[in-house]
């Protein structure tokens, strides 16, 4: 085993906290993955005194010194937000030659082409999979897995707080101002929403989204943007009579100008989508981003967008990856990582079973059939008779069994098979994803 | 720059000639973000006269001596399929200290287990993006994005023949034989179809899954496997009846055994699945993949399943990974990667624009609004009026233009803003995603 990875947190709010904590928790799970032990050598805070038991650390690993904390660190995880500091120290960390993990999209967004090119001038990983997009994995599969093909045009839904907005809107009726209130009572909006409704978060996002999509350096600045704040009901209703909801969009695209040169075009702007687009079934405060490209053609990335442990998910594959990097160069993970888990019989399998029988159409046979449910200890969750018929005899019973395990369930359908009340059992699926 | 990263190709069928094609038409681009150039010094294949024009490749490029070539090479890049020569040329490769990308799912579920063993110890990159789920940058994602998360369950549509024929079924309540005999002359199945509709490719592709999600070694052995064949229109009707899809599914969860031990449940079988899950409205040949960690909470990723193009997008984002740890360990590729495209500004970006107007009631306005636009040189897709209020004398136009750029969109609006007939321009908004 190597030396200890040492690494600084900048900031210990909700995210710092979870991540903190989780890389205490599973210290084991993440010295066999990177091999070699991560140790924190501290968390850099405005307040020391401030408690933050949600964190797991001790008193004595808070510092206000965040800058002497960075000179000691391999790795650096900054979840201060904000520009300054921010910014002064990672860049003091990557010229001493620590990676550099962040999920702080604004600085990203502002200074993202600094921040790439101090960088690579020092040969340090700097990865931000948090700052777009939050749990979901999406810069590395833009940025590596797509590598080899060209990507045309990202399409994204990034900001939570307008897609929980504008979605309640397209399905209540309501006023902006109304999901506006009642979106910052369910914690969905900040009590200063301007950062989310005017687009100033999705344009960061936007920035560092092309960035990475087109290879190229693109900041804040230079992308167009309007928010949803003069959305209206009228605009909603007239959308969905015409089959589209509206959506805030940020749009990365690569064009030809009219010199015939390839171009960016960067932007963030509500627009009508037409109902059947992936984009359109994504719900309240859920993210998503289409890619399109020349080989793969068109893909989705879906999941959370924000929250502390999707966020510290995002962060800390990031904090695995440029660990592993330090410590061997990126390449396997050694024999340890293997969690070598035993692969269970399809008969441990919890599942619930639809089934569909021919039955006797007398009295008392449902419960003759429920009976043999019961003594193989699964429970029914609901049963069905569709409509007998008088020619046969015979009815046709639907049931859906609650969680049981695949063995039960199957000796359950083998005594219905042979059950004298049962003149076939006509289908036997498994229900998944209720 | 460094010296060439010499490429062996094994095969060159759909998506061997697209890879080799690609390395050729785009050779500068792929130099540049490796760092290096990568050069194929070969293709083995069985038949060295049969043509390959789609391929690009010359016809001294081709061989029959697969292990000659292996010997030759830093990366090869196996598409060949089959278990055997595959998986002897691929050990053969690692042992000689090259690294191996592959497509070969049947391989993988079968052999799985050796092969990631082989590639560590020889210390080598050994990549398979493309053998699951083709073009969805997916395995990287949840091997490396989701290393510092936990995946308690993986739930895939792997399979794009069955998935095609399933909503087929369920779309036009057709019996499966008719529906796989359309999906066999439209090519989305093979002459022989077993392997798709048995479950058997998608039993490889979930036990590649799990290995990856639970950092385990799962092979195809391991996994239980019930194909699509006994599937009744009765069955989908009755599964619509209560608000349910069918879908092939691959399911890798992390268990609890009876001991408290921790296990994986890993298996293929149809299933009833809600309309309202993201599964469900996965259609036609496309793949998805639902994943549920304790961290990120639900994330899923949708794309192409299959392909040769899609297909080569995957392989050749391995092929980049590959060739950069390579050439400079896995980092930063180089300034000379940065495409450094320009952004345009809003005015150049060519969009679509939904308006709605207030107009004076009365004959002869509908032409005079067309002429502005038509002055501006912006072509009119849908003009639709709405009801007029005899008390105003008004009515509401709605306007959907085709595409323009945003700045002749944006002068239209402003003359729309000023004319005469025009009482106010109610709503100005962008439509995307048509």
Do not use: W
Not at 82 to 111: C, D, F, Q, W, Y
Not at 223 to 234: F, K, L, N, R
């Amino acid at each position: 085993m190597s030396e200890p990875v040492r690494v600084a947190l900048l900031g210990c709010g909700v995210v710092g906290s979870a991540v903190a904590r989780r890389l205490q928790e599973r210290a084991g799970e993440f010295e066999a993955r990177i091999g070699a032990p991560l140790q924190i050598i501290g968390a850099a805070v405005r307040d020391v005194e401030k408690p933050r038991p949600e964190s797991s650390l001790s008193h004595d690993q808070f510092t206000t010194d965040a800058k002497g904390l960075v000179a000691r660190a391999d790795l650096v995880i900054e979840l201060m937000g904000g520009l300054e500091p921010a910014r002064e120290l990672l860049l003091h960390a990557m010229s001493s030659g620590a990676g550099v993990i962040t999920a702080n999209k604004l600085l990203l967004g502002e200074n993202g082409p600094e921040l790439y090119e101090a960088a690579e001038r020092s040969g340090v990983d700097f990865y931000y999979e948090a700052a777009v997009a939050g749990a979901i994995p999406l810069l590395r599969p833009l940025h590596v897995s797509l590598a080899g093909d060209s990507v045309h045009r990202v399409t994204g839904i990034v900001n939570g707080t307008t897609n929980f907005i504008l979605d309640k809107m397209d399905r209540t009726g309501a006023e902006l101002e109304d999901v506006l209130r009642e979106a910052q009572e369910l914690g969905y909006a900040e009590t200063d929403p301007t950062a989310d409704v005017e687009g100033y978060d999705a344009r960061a996002k936007a920035a560092i989204l092309a960035s990475l999509a087109f290879h190229t350096r693109v900041s804040s600045r230079e992308v167009h943007c309007e928010g949803i704040m003069a959305i209206t009901s009228e605009d909603i209703r007239a959308a969905r009579m015409t089959g589209h909801v509206i959506k805030l969009l940020a749009i990365c695209e690569r064009v030809t100008d009219a010199d015939g040169d390839a171009a960016l075009n960067v932007r963030v702007h509500p627009a009508l989508m037409p109902r059947s687009h992936p984009l359109a079934s994504v719900r309240e405060a859920y993210n998503a981003v289409f890619v399109q490209t020349e080989l793969a053609g068109e893909l989705m990335f879906y999941g959370p967008g924000a929250g502390g442990d999707p966020t510290a998910s995002a962060v800390l594959g990031d904090v695995v990856q440029a660990a592993r990097h330090r410590v061997s160069g990126g390449r396997g993970p050694g024999e340890s990582a293997y969690a070598g888990l035993p692969v269970q019989s399809i008969g441990s399998a919890l599942t619930r079973y639809f089934i569909r029988l021919e039955v006797d159409d007398r009295p008392g046979v449902l419960a003759q059939v429920a009976n043999v449910f019961g003594a193989e200890g699964v429970s029914i969750e609901s049963m069905r008779q569709g409509v007998a018929r008088s020619d046969t005899g015979r009815a046709t019973l639907h049931l859906v069994t609650h969680e049981a395990t695949d063995a039960a369930l199957a000796r359950t359908v083998d005594l219905l098979r042979v059950h004298d009340d049962v003149t076939a059992v006509a289908s036997v699926l498994r229900v998944e994803g209720a």
